[in-house]
Structure formats: structure tokens, C-alpha cells
């Protein structure tokens, strides 16, 4: 065996060890990034949960890993119950996703809507519905904009 291939094996062991541990670093990073935004949402319902119009449950569930390297997965889910059973369900999707650093998807009813962190460093949150295969809108996701969907929702109730 030569040489050259021990060394460029170790080299990209090397490597793989690094991202393996860059990787985990990431995903720790996200997963705080999910939670502050939780306790955000909590404390903008809290009046409403005091009052006994709902309660929500967060939750760390598996994912399901494509490479049998990467471990168990978690993710985070926020669930929210109305009085009436209704339910908002928000789940960290992932980070790295393309054009952003990751994404929640919130599901109110039928509607679907993408919660985007932008950039990590600044915890700029964004939101956007998908409507099919041409640029979709986006706006600020901010206690102003998340009630505005929360009313929107409960105004469809029966």
C-alpha cells in the first residue's frame, strides 16, 4: 500500500470529522434558534392562555436520516390547541435550506405557511405561503404578523 493513499485517507477522515463536528455545532445552533422563537409565540399567546382559550405542548420527535452517519435527528414542534380542538401546528423542518438558514412550517387548518430564519446571526425571521410555481410574497415575522394569522384563524371558526 502506498504511501499517498494513507495520507489522503487520513486527510479526509480529517475532514470528516471536522464537518461531522461543524455539523453538530449547526443543528445545536438551530435547534436554540427553534426554541427562542417558540417562547416568542408562547409569550405573544400568553394572555390567551391565561384566560384558558388555549394551551400548546412542544414536543422533540425523531426525524427520519437519510445516512445511516448522521445519528437520530430531532425536531422541534410547537403545537397550539384552541378551546374547540382546532390546532396550529408549527415543525422545525430543517437548516440549510436553500436561500436561508432554516425553516418552520406552521399549519393552520389547510393553510400552510413557511417560517424562514434568514440570516442566524441577526434572527431575522420571515413568512411566506406557497401558491404555486411563481414568487411568492414574503413579510416580517414579528408578534404583529403572527397575530394577524392567529385572528385570521380563529375568525374561521364555526
Request: charged fraction near 30%.
Amino acid at each position: 500500500m502506498s504511501s499517498h493513499l494513507a495520507e489522503v485517507a487520513r486527510e479526509k477522515k480529517q475532514q470528516w470529522i471536522n464537518f461531522r463536528k461543524k455539523n453538530h455545532s449547526e443543528r445545536e445552533n438551530w435547534k436554540k434558534k427553534v426554541h427562542e422563537l417558540y417562547s416568542k409565540i408562547k409569550q405573544w399567546l400568553m394572555p390567551l392562555e391565561s384566560e384558558g382559550l388555549l394551551r400548546y405542548q412542544e414536543e422533540t420527535l425523531p426525524m427520519i436520516c437519510i445516512s445511516e452517519e448522521s445519528g437520530v435527528e430531532e425536531r422541534n414542534d410547537l403545537t397550539i390547541k384552541f378551546f374547540n380542538g382546532a390546532l396550529i401546528k408549527l415543525e422545525s423542518v430543517d437548516l440549510e435550506v436553500v436561500g436561508a438558514y432554516g425553516r418552520i412550517d406552521m399549519q393552520l387548518g389547510l393553510r400552510r405557511i413557511m417560517i424562514i430564519l434568514l440570516k442566524e446571526e441577526k434572527s431575522e425571521w420571515i413568512f411566506t405561503e406557497r401558491y404555486g410555481l411563481e414568487k411568492n410574497p414574503t413579510y416580517d415575522f414579528n408578534q404583529e404578523t403572527f397575530e394577524q394569522i392567529v385572528t385570521e384563524f380563529v375568525e374561521s371558526f364555526s
